[in-house]
């Protein structure tokens, strides 16, 4: 027993102090300071991975960002990820083994090896943070949404950690001077009181009977099914109809011959990112929609970057088959998507990406008119020249990226960013027969609140994996989570109270 003992004392020392003689021979300034600054680190990296997995839903922004700025497509989320649970795993083992020392009586003294560390990891950290805050604040709603899907769940693992962690708080409180140990005391019982009594705050729309869940969002497919096949092709728009979709979401340009087409990307180097157009045309840059006639836009090769890059790393589930059709899409024209649309009766909804937008409305309407399509099925989603589509097709279904604007038309259907609205204000609006789109949405847990909610659709890239979720992941009624709640308060205090008495 003494041998274990003795090798956990050298290990422990030897990791968190990169000292492995005898504790007496070390340095032991600022200690206590140096634990402080390592446990601040831990809980702020821990909160800063949360935030990471909390975002993963909207990755390919940051993706996009980063194409933007350098013309190069890299996951650069990936490596944030990667980066971050490299940083938070550092330190939490490091506090682990600060905890293990206090509780076999070691002096602390961290390495400055370690202080480096952690100095970069501030860095990493402040840059983080003042990034989502400069370039991606819309990102801090989507957080405090989570919290409604998470928050339950969070209590109850911050009453376990408190559980385990107080055997380490009582040893040290008992080896204390009288004034640390009146700090040590005050500080443990607001952290308690916090973590117990948060559960008054907590509020979530999951938090209700199963017998009261709304009907399942419906699914649209944005730009198709963009996991399974490269964006905005007409593969990708025939594998979204195996999801059940009840909309095609898709971005139109106009051509240099006037023809509607196919594509998200727009304004500077437009074609960059989805074709070949620097093996295609590898001395000209092409900067808008008009530069090149539909002939030409349809000689690119729209599908070869989706196996190269792998974008949602979900190739590998495509067969050899499926591989090939991808290698060889083109960028098809607004017609092809309407004819799909029609043979499916799927409805459509786009943006129209362009600087001469009243030209390019009439050419638009046009072409859909043309096409011979139900007209309800079209969801007019462009704000301008709104008047001149009332006109021109008045069956067109009217679809509003605001609420104010919404309102002043006396229009009932809304597509908005999932996180530009609160809960509460969703719930009002189905309440008021609005029909409530929200995109993007691809993760489980944000499609089970949303639901929850009462959302009428969702725009999602994942349509494959959200027509199989066929319930929220928790529905819980209210008084039953009282009751859970309050029973593992109870459990944990007495705990406690047995761990206190035994180091007493």
Same mark, same amino acid.
């Given at each position: 027993m003494s041998h274990n003992n003795s090798c956990c004392r050298f290990c422990c020392r030897g990791l968190y102090s990169c000292n492995w003689g005898d504790s007496s021979k070390s340095k032991r300034k600022c200690g206590c300071c140096w634990f402080s600054v390592v446990t601040l680190m831990s809980l702020l990296s821990l909160c800063w991975m949360y935030i990471c997995l909390v975002t993963f839903n909207d990755r390919e922004d940051v993706n996009w960002q980063g194409f933007t700025q350098l013309k190069r497509w890299v996951n650069w989320f990936m490596v944030l990820i990667i980066i971050s649970a490299v940083f938070t795993s550092y330190c939490v083992l490091l506090l682990l083994f600060a905890l293990f020392q206090v509780a076999l009586g070691e002096q602390l003294d961290l390495h400055w090896l370690?202080? @480096?560390?952690?100095?970069?990891?501030? @860095?990493?950290?402040?840059?983080?943070?003042?990034?989502?805050?400069?370039? /991606?604040?819309?990102? /801090?709603?989507?957080?405090?949404?989570?919290?409604?899907?998470?928050?339950?769940?969070l209590q109850?693992?911050?009453v376990g950690a408190l559980t385990l962690l107080s055997s380490f708080v009582f040893q040290g409180f008992h080896r204390a001077k009288i004034g640390h140990k009146f700090l040590i005391a005050v500080v443990f019982l607001v952290v308690s009181a916090a973590i117990f009594l948060c559960p008054l705050f907590i509020r979530s729309p999951c938090l209700i009977d199963p017998k009261d869940?709304?009907?399942?969002?419906?699914? #649209?497919?944005?730009?198709?099914?963009? *996991?399974?096949?490269?964006?905005?092709? *007409?593969?990708?728009?025939?594998?979204? @109809?195996?999801?059940?979709? =009840?909309?095609?979401?898709?971005?139109?340009?106009?051509?240099?011959?006037?023809?509607?087409?196919? *594509?998200?990307?727009?304004?500077? !180097?437009?074609?960059?990112?989805?074709?070949?157009?620097?093996? &295609?045309?590898? &001395?000209?840059?092409?900067?808008?929609? =008009?530069?090149?006639?539909?002939?030409?836009?349809?000689?690119?090769?729209?599908?070869? /970057?989706?196996?190269? =890059?792998?974008?949602?790393?979900?190739?590998?589930?495509?067969?050899? !088959?499926?591989? !090939?059709?991808?290698?060889?899409? =083109? #960028?098809?024209?607004?017609?092809?998507?309407?004819?799909?649309a029609k043979q499916h009766n799927i409805s459509v909804i786009f943006d129209l990406k362009s600087s001469n937008l009243e030209n390019d409305t009439v050419d638009t309407v046009d072409t859909i008119l043309k096409s011979g399509i139900d007209p309800s099925l079209v969801l007019w989603l462009p704000p301008r020249e709104r008047e001149y589509v009332n006109m021109a097709a008045p069956g067109f279904t009217q679809v509003y990226d605001n609420k104010k604007d919404m309102l002043n038309k006396s229009g009932s259907h809304l597509n908005v960013k999932y996180s530009s609205l609160s809960t509460k204000k969703i719930s009002e609006l189905r309440r008021n027969n609005v029909t409530v789109n929200l995109w993007v949405v691809n993760e489980r847990w944000l499609f089970s609140l949303l639901w929850c909610v009462g959302a009428s659709s969702v725009t999602t890239n994942s349509c494959h994996l959200l027509k199989d979720v066929h319930q929220p992941d928790w529905v819980l009624p209210h008084h039953r989570y009282t009751i859970i709640w309050i029973s593992v308060d109870i459990a944990s205090i007495l705990i406690m109270i047995g761990i206190c008495i035994f180091h007493w």
């Open positions: 370690h202080k @480096i560390f952690l100095f970069f990891g501030v @860095i990493f950290l402040t840059f983080g943070v003042t990034g989502i805050s400069v370039k /991606w604040a819309q990102e /801090w709603p989507a957080v405090l949404l989570s919290l409604q899907a998470t928050g339950p769940f109850f693992g911050a869940l709304p009907e399942k969002p419906k699914l #649209i497919g944005h730009r198709g099914a963009p *996991m399974l096949a490269p964006e905005n092709t *007409m593969m990708s728009f025939h594998r979204s @109809i195996a999801c059940n979709v =009840t909309a095609f979401e898709t971005d139109v340009q106009l051509s240099k011959d006037r023809i509607p087409f196919l *594509m998200h990307d727009n304004k500077s !180097e437009f074609l960059l990112r989805t074709t070949n157009v620097k093996e &295609k045309f590898p &001395k000209k840059k092409f900067n808008h929609s =008009t530069d090149l006639t539909l002939e030409e836009l349809q000689s690119l090769n729209a599908g070869e /970057w989706f196996l190269k =890059t792998d974008p949602f790393r979900s190739v590998s589930q495509l067969s050899e !088959e499926e591989k !090939e059709t991808a290698r060889n899409q =083109t #960028i098809p024209s607004l017609l092809q998507l309407l004819n799909l």
